[in-house]
């Protein structure tokens, strides 16, 4: 089975990076705006007012731009950054790629379910992959991904779940076209940031609060 990591893409603008200084296509990246107030906000839209400061979807990068205070550098300015920034955007980028699973699940373009999944694998262009990063890996080993689709198993069952609008969903597909692009650049960004459990501690946590 293949299992894809991240292409690096030679298309579309590039941005550079203020922890590793390289310069790369904006769409591995995540933007930050400096606000009136001097917090540091994500842009996770990129569509906020003001000048942008890019760090690499990675959080080792993002936690060095913290910790070395590299937001002030870049900005030329001292900054504030609020607690829990980068928890935030990895709950930010989740939400953002259930919202995008969804609206391609109501255009017809994903469906769920082991049986449909592999259906779909057989007989559809499928894009993308997805198998919840808690789910069964000897269930997940049973499908395959198409040559020049991609893999994530960056959501769990539960949040896969709410983007199918069911309790919890293991194994999804995207039909390539339609949202498929746009899917595979928000679970590429969140797979950087999620830690290795994919987020499975941190739902441990929000249901233990």
Known sequence: MSRGGRKKDTDGPERRCIVTG??????GLIRFVVGPDGQVAPDLLEKLPG?????SADRAALEKAVSKNLFARAA???VRVPDGLIDGIEAGLARRLTDLIALSRKAGDAVAGFEKVKDWLATKKVAVLLQASDGSERGKSKL?????ARYFSVLTARE???????QSVIHGALAAGGLAPRVVEGAAKL???RK???GVTAEK???NA
């Open 22 to 27: 390289e310069t790369a296509p904006k769409a």
């Open 51 to 55: 000048r942008g400061i890019w760090v």
């Open 76 to 78: 030329r300015q001292q």
């Open 144 to 148: 395959w991904t198409p040559t020049g």
């Open 160 to 166: 896969l779940g709410l983007a199918f609008g069911r």
């Open 191 to 193: 797979q950087g940031l």
């Open 196 to 198: 290795a459990d994919g």
């Open 205 to 207: 946590d929000e249901r």
